[in-house]
């Protein structure tokens, strides 16, 4: 496969989801899942200790069917309203499609409940060994879940209010926050200019310039829009952790906060724990760095400011790319990898499932959305053609090829666990990088190694320190009913532990906490940027010491998707993520990259 048309900055294509959300089609496509939904439900009488393999195996697949078609449903309400987050209109579908989908899982909870906690232990075992291998896993997970499932008015009573409880304040959030405007004042000779930025994305690339006074100036327009807005969204996260305590601990009666996310994701909490605790414990290899660099910049210490300053002053070192040359250098690193994986990345810009441009009220950041295994998955981007943006275009495709790679697996066990969900976006961006360097100066390679030593700490180090403070905050306001100011304090003194004394940090960024998404919408989600980094660090060692052998080794861990348990699957290709060495391995060569800088000068 080639590409169809050259690829232009611009919006997605979203009417192969749903063509006209207010016709008539679209209704009859929701009818018509209300009408699956009740032939299941008429058939509950099956669920017993006597059902067979075929007819357990024919309910699976009937909900599969039902899954898809709410997620084609909701998928797009939540792509268009991305695209455009200022709409009434579309916020109006996410809501409706939200209470949708919440009376289909309602209706449909007695299945889950009755493998969980209905169904005797004799019969369970029979049926998990007798399934699809590919399912086994999954339903192994489901009956380990058993304990911490309540009784179905209870969970019926706990869907329906998620769409007017949490998911409506997340939804606020997201719509309050896409909303700032950013004004940056800069001086110009005796006087200075003001710049206006209505989108957040475009701001932060301002937190990267070549020049200082912009990077203060992006950081400081930030913080006080966030500041000045702290009141409503720290009461918007009160209520968030809140919630977290009341259901998972003291309903479902999960040990701890951060047990619940592990748990989700199948993972022990022992993994969890050994990897945050490696991470503390090397927080002083990233400090040397940032003393390292600002020795570069010639700066007694860095300013929290300055964090991300390029190691050039010059705005002509700084690489600029087209859209299209964006485009061609990430096929052409993909290709040289492996065909498939070029493959998988064209057939995402054929089917115009990309939104690139960067717009007012646009969702910000970058995103893979993938809907269903029958289809191709969609990416978001905001392209300003930084090296970032392109490194980022890896990234969001690296997510969607693993979705394609595992696109013969049942959507039930298709989506990797969060753990792994890194794995391929990561991967990416590491060939990405070896492509760059091939075509680079002494200069530009210098450059490079600093930004990738940058982001390593952006996702691994930061990552890190932002769960730990997630772990901190969620036992403020659960157990000592910490205000917005407590919390605050609290993130201020994880960067003071993260950064030690090789950088400044002033009080303003204590409130830098607040316009970090994953707190808010998928709380001790930030860990699986340090596990996928450090996870990948170590596949790409693999990589470059067996070549193309490894290939299908990394195939295989794609491929699974959900289907196996991640210390399993890992271990299948020799890693242990229990263990403190595998990923103290990957800070080990944090600390080279960071050595052959210091050699670069």
């Excluded at 960024?509 to 980094?533: K, R």
């Amino acid at each position: 496969m080639t590409l169809l048309f050259t690829p232009k900055i611009g919006s997605w294509r979203l009417d192969d989801l749903v063509k006209d959300p207010n016709g008539k089609e679209f209704q009859e496509f929701l009818e018509y899942i209300s009408t699956k939904v009740m032939q299941l439900e008429t058939k509950r009488k099956i669920l017993d200790d006597n059902i067979s393999t075929v007819e357990f195996e024919n309910f699976l697949h009937s909900i599969e069917e039902i899954s898809e078609k709410i997620n084609i449903a909701g998928g797009y309400a939540h792509l268009r309203y991305a695209a455009d987050t200022s709409s009434n209109e579309r916020a109006a579908l996410v809501t409706k499609m939200g209470i949708f989908g919440s009376n289909i899982a309602n209706r449909l909870l007695f299945f889950d409940l009755w493998f969980k906690k209905g169904v005797g232990e004799e019969t369970a075992q029979r049926l998990i060994e007798s399934v699809s291998p590919v399912y086994r896993e999954y339903l192994k997970h489901q009956r380990l879940l058993a304990q911490y499932t309540l009784t179905e008015p209870e969970e019926k009573i706990i869907t329906t209010l998620e769409v007017t409880g949490t998911s409506a304040l997340i939804k606020i959030y997201d719509r309050m926050t896409s909303g700032f405007e950013f004004v940056v004042t800069l001086k110009r000779g005796r006087g200075s200019i003001t710049k206006t930025f209505s989108n957040k994305e475009k701001l932060l690339t301002l937190t990267r310039s070549t020049k200082a006074e912009e990077r203060e100036a992006a950081y400081n327009s930030l913080l006080q829009v966030y500041e000045k807005n702290s009141g409503v969204l720290g009461e918007i996260y009160q209520n968030r952790v809140i919630e977290w305590r009341d259901e998972y601990m003291i309903m479902r009666g999960f040990r701890s906060p951060i047990s619940v996310r592990n748990t989700h994701n199948d993972l022990d909490d022992t993994t969890v724990e050994t990897l945050l605790a490696v991470c503390r414990r090397n927080s002083i290899v990233f400090q040397d760095y940032f003393k390292q660099k600002a020795k570069m910049l010639g700066v007694r210490k860095l300013q929290r400011y300055h964090l991300y300053a390029p190691l050039s002053i010059k705005p002509s070192d700084q690489k600029k790319f087209t859209y299209g040359i964006a485009t061609d250098t990430v096929l052409k690193t993909f290709e040289d990898f492996h065909p498939k994986f070029r493959e998988f990345a064209e057939k995402v810009f054929n089917e115009q499932h990309v939104d690139s441009e960067i717009r007012k009220s646009k969702l910000g950041g970058a995103f893979c959305s993938s809907i269903s295994p029958k289809m191709i998955p969609y990416v978001l981007l905001n392209f300003d053609g930084k090296s970032r943006d392109v490194s980022t275009m890896a990234h969001e495709f690296g997510h969607a090829i693993h979705s394609m790679t595992a696109s013969d697996k049942p959507i039930t066990v298709w989506d990797a666990p969060l753990p792994l969900a890194e794995t391929a976006s990561v991967f990416a961006e590491m060939l990405l990088n070896d492509k760059l360097s091939e075509r680079i100066t002494r200069v530009e390679r210098r450059i490079l190694l600093a930004e990738q030593i940058d982001d390593m700490y952006a996702t691994i180090m930061r990552q890190a320190y932002f769960t730990l403070f997630e772990i901190d905050a969620h036992r403020a306001v659960a157990e000592q009913n910490a205000t917005i100011d407590t919390i605050s304090e609290l993130y201020l003194n994880n960067l003071n532990e993260q950064f030690g004394n090789s950088i400044n940090v002033t009080r303003d960024f204590q409130w830098e906490w607040l316009y970090i998404p994953h707190f808010y919408h998928t709380p001790f989600y930030c860990y699986a940027y340090s596990f996928g980094n450090l996870l990948v660090v170590s596949l790409y060692q693999q990589f470059k010491s067996e070549g193309k052998s490894f290939i299908p080794k990394y195939f295989n861990i794609l491929s699974a998707g959900g289907s196996q348990k991640p210390e399993y699957l890992l271990k299948e290709s020799g890693i242990d993520i229990s263990k403190d060495e595998f990923w103290q391995q990957g800070f080990d060569l944090v600390a080279a990259k960071i050595q052959e800088l210091k050699e670069m000068n």
